[in-house]
C-alpha cells in the first residue's frame, strides 16, 4: 500500500472523546485508484501514482487517456505520487482504501492549495502592525521605506510588499488521526487543514513522526485508543 492518499476537505466540527472536545477537520476520501507504479529497476524509486475524482473524456489530454485505457481506468480529476511501503507489490488498477493506508492515532502531514484572497496589502498578507493610529498621522497602513534611496537605489528581491495573497501549496505536518470511519469513507484529523471547502488535499504519513516531538505524540495518541478498547 503507498504512505499516503488524496481526500477532499469537507469541514470542520468537533467530536467528544473521555470527556474532551476535539476539534477536528472531515476529510472525505474518494475512491483512490492505483494509476501507475514506479520501480527502482526503471525510475531510481518505489512509488505509486494515485488517482481520484471522476473527470469526462474530451477535457482528458489524449496521451493520459492511453495511460487511463492500459490501468482500465476512466479518467481521473486529479493524480498524485505516494511512496510505497516496504515489501508492498501493487497492482495497476486497484482500489486504494483509508483504512488500508492510516489507522486512528497515525500522524500524517497534510498538504493542499490555500485560499486565494486576491491582490491585499502588506498589512493583511505579512501581518505588519502599520504605523500610528492618532491624529495627525498619515500613514496609518503604509508600507513604509522599501529601501530605494542612493544606496541601493533599488527595491532588493523579497522585498515584503502588497501583493497576492493565498492559493500557494501549504503542508501542515504532524496532525493526528482521531477517527476513521470505513462505511462512509470518511477520515477526521485533528486541527485545521490549508484548503477551501471541497478542495482536494493529499495525506502522507508524517516526517516527523520520528522526531521528539512526533514520538510524544505517538505514545500519547495510543495510550489515548489503549483506554478506549478497553
Known amino acids: 500500500m503507498p504512505t499516503g ?18 476539534p477536528v477537520t472531515v476529510i472525505q476520501v474518494e475512491p483512490n485508484y492505483i494509476v501507475g507504479i514506479r520501480t527502482k529497476e526503471k525510475d531510481g524509486y518505489s512509488a505509486v501514482i494515485l488517482g481520484t475524482g471522476e473527470k469526462k473524456e474530451k477535457r482528458t489530454p489524449k496521451p493520459l487517456l492511453k495511460i487511463f485505457e492500459k490501468a482500465g481506468l476512466k479518467p481521473l480529476r486529479v493524480l498524485k505520487e505516494f511512496p510505497l511501503k516496504e515489501g508492498e507489490q501493487p497492482e495497476v488498477g486497484k482500489e486504494v482504501k483509508v483504512e488500508e493506508v492510516f489507522q486512528p492515532g497515525d500522524l500524517v502531514d497534510v498538504a493542499g492549495k490555500s ?7 502588506a498589512m493583511k498578507r505579512w501581518d505588519f502592525g502599520g504605523f500610528r493610529k492618532s491624529h495627525g498621522s498619515r500613514y496609518h ?6 529601501g530605494a534611496a542612493t544606496e541601493p537605489s533599488r527595491v532588493f528581491k523579497g522585498k515584503r510588499m502588497a501583493g497576492h495573497y493565498g492559493n500557494e501549496r501549504v503542508s501542515v505536518l504532524g496532525l493526528e488521526v482521531v477517527d476513521i470511519i470505513p462505511e462512509k469513507s470518511v477520515i477526521l484529523v485533528k486541527g ?21 516531538k512526533g514520538k510524544r505524540k505517538l505514545e500519547k495518541a495510543k495510550k489515548l485508543y489503549a483506554s478506549q478498547e478497553s
Open 141 to 146: 497602513r503604509a508600507v513604509g521605506s522599501v
Open 115 to 121: 485560499k486565494g484572497r486576491g491582490f491585499t496589502s
Open 192 to 212: 485545521s487543514v490549508p484548503g477551501a471547502t471541497k478542495s482536494y488535499v493529499e495525506l502522507k504519513a508524517s516526517v516527523i513522526a520520528n522526531r521528539r
Open 5 to 22: 492518499i488524496i481526500g477532499k476537505k469537507i469541514g470542520m466540527t468537533r467530536i467528544f472523546k473521555n470527556g474532551k472536545a476535539i
